[in-house]
């Protein structure tokens, strides 16, 4: 794995979010020759503290992938481009579905054009959802269910992931889509409309406040920690044989929101209390989901390696170590202090 | 039907093109009161030519349904809403993709927004294509047939689908999907890149030029004439049985390219040869296809009544009465006169 990455030129858009810092940290690590692009949309949850470590070994834009000159200045050379960045947020592509496809669906498209015209020899890995499914009308959800999306955040990735699909086949573009489940770990975003229920929890238990839990709580789900997101990122990167296909991430434990929380409680002492879904985290929730891994596994070897518990102890160890004030920054956070009824955590994904 | 139109608020997106004027001839002999949009893209067919014999009753604005403005100038307090403002060129969508996802995908989601914001109660009859289908596994093709476009055409028209089906489950804002198959008659756009492969082989036969035929032409099609395409849009605008579905068109019998051009010889006396698929028609051509149309036929009782034999010859009459000096035209249209290897027809849908 390393060897592979030694010297290559390798492209992250959304390069400071997330999953894209991380992404970034052990791609330097491997001595790849990295550009980060990414344009700190608020609420998005990238920032320049993601990459402190690294700062001196990268190159950063501070650009949007909406923009085709972005794309046009970035893109030329590159051998792997991650598609990271994203409007990642379910209830928030509800709310303004444009920029969701904007961001989602357009820029992609514009990348595959750049692609196709300026760099037809990189490799594209995008990062997709298993919101895709939808409901799924069987358990665990494989490759071959139905798309059937619930929300303008599955449409755009599915349009998405047909783009990619499309340009492989006719224009010769290589990329792999992989559909991310529930993602989590350090540096990800806990503030703000894109956090998700995972980083909301989170914030809250580093806060001390009640975490609020929607419906029943019994809907189940698997949990991918941030390190084995990176491990499957970088084999999709270096693997041939997965070039023109999408793949399901997902973990072989399955996790009721319940669950998620009492490990909270046993590792914080946080508290919680299930209230009823808001109506707008009701029409679009999926209720159980969680998928069937086994033709990325085969295809590249990939397993998660850690269970629930050990990554949110990490993740709770490194939020708490990173120097960051969280009582004082949820005070700038309206989001994790209200009530009921205004969102405050997400119910999809 | 007549009465449900009259005194009706009714706005067509698209209004000045090819089946939009159709239409809109139809609507303001029923009595609707009329608004037509279009913003009269190059080789997209629109001309106010079309409907010059309605322009004193209608109300016609020239402006384009990309922009959000003109969206939220026109869509207040219209009762039905027909959205057939299109990029409808397969091979259009592969040289530019991006206008294609903005006009067939992006400006369909800003129409939604529109109404979910400013018109909620007003019903949307949307015109996709059976392309989204790419090419069938089996045949004839019904709604239940997996969508796998083969072409940035279709994944844009799928894409603007799902955000039709998602308002109506979500916001419930009213919406019908028609998949039109092959539509041609009068008014349709006989020039240029928009034109379709029936339009450039009945311009051909106009003006006595030979029509290439690429392939083999035994690839079988559906061929729905105009006013049959128009009747099905006002069964769907006026039926609540058919909110939030997607329906095919399409025709009981069915012929091959072949056939059609035979016919044309047989009325005009038109020369035709075979000739090899252009490269990147051949990849996006999609075989034999013609659609089931029973769940359509159901819900409505839409049947069409014409056939191939007596469509063409009554849209070869109208072109030749219609005054205008095709062998003229045809002299600034470059797509007419090019041997081959220039595209000039159009292989899908």
């Known amino acids: 794995m390393r060897d592979h990455y030694r010297h290559r030129r390798v492209l992250i858009l959304g390069g400071l979010g997330f999953i894209g810092s991380n992404l970034a940290l052990k791609l330097a690590e491997a001595g790849a020759e990295l550009t980060l692009v990414d344009c700190l949309l608020p609420e998005h949850g990238g920032s320049l ?67 196709r015209r300026h760099n037809p020899d990189a490799k594209i890995v995008f990062t997709s959802t298993r919101q895709v499914y939808g409901r799924p009308q069987r358990l665990p959800v494989d490759e071959h269910t139905p ?27 290589k990329s792999v889509v992989l559909r991310l ?12 409309a894109g956090s998700g229920f995972i980083g909301n929890f989170i914030l809250k238990a580093l806060t001390n ?26 084999r999709a990167g270096r693997s ?27 590792l914080t002492g946080a508290t919680f209390r299930v209230v009823p879904f808001p109506e707008d985290y009701a029409v679009i929730d999926v209720g159980d989901c969680y998928c069937d891994f086994s033709k990325f596994r ?39 202090r209200c009530a009921s009824g205004i969102p405050a955590a997400e119910a999809g994904n």
Chains 1, 2 share one sequence.
């Open 49 to 115: 503290k993601n990459v402190e470590e690294i700062r001196d070994q990268v190159r950063i834009v501070i650009a949007d992938v909406r923009n085709a000159e972005t794309l046009e200045a970035v893109v030329p050379g590159q051998e792997v481009i991650y598609s990271l960045a994203a409007q990642a947020s379910h209830i928030g592509s509800m709310r303004d579905p444009m920029t969701d496809l904007d961001v989602n669906c357009r820029a992609q498209l514009g990348l595959l054009e750049c692609c």
């Open 240 to 266: 041939d044989r997965v070039d023109g296909q999408a793949f399901n991430l997902g973990h072989p434990e399955h996790h009721s929101i319940l669950d998620l929380v009492h490990l909270l409680q046993h």
């Open 147 to 173: 798309i059937q999306p619930v929300d303008a955040n599955g449409v755009s990735k599915c349009a998405a992931e047909m783009y990619y699909a499309l340009y492989c086949e006719v224009f010769g573009v």
């Open 298 to 336: 085969e295809a590249t070897g990939w397993m998660p390696r850690h269970n629930l518990a050990a990554g949110l102890a990490r993740t709770l160890d490194f939020f708490n170590d990173d120097g960051t004030d969280w009582e004082e920054e949820a005070d700038h956070d309206s989001s994790v």
């Open 181 to 192: 489940t529930n993602t989590y770990g350090p540096r990800m975003n806990l503030r703000g």
């Open 209 to 234: 406040t009640r975490i609020d839990v929607f419906g029943t709580g019994r809907q189940r789900r698997d949990f991918n920690y941030i390190d084995d997101v990176v491990d499957a990122l970088l």
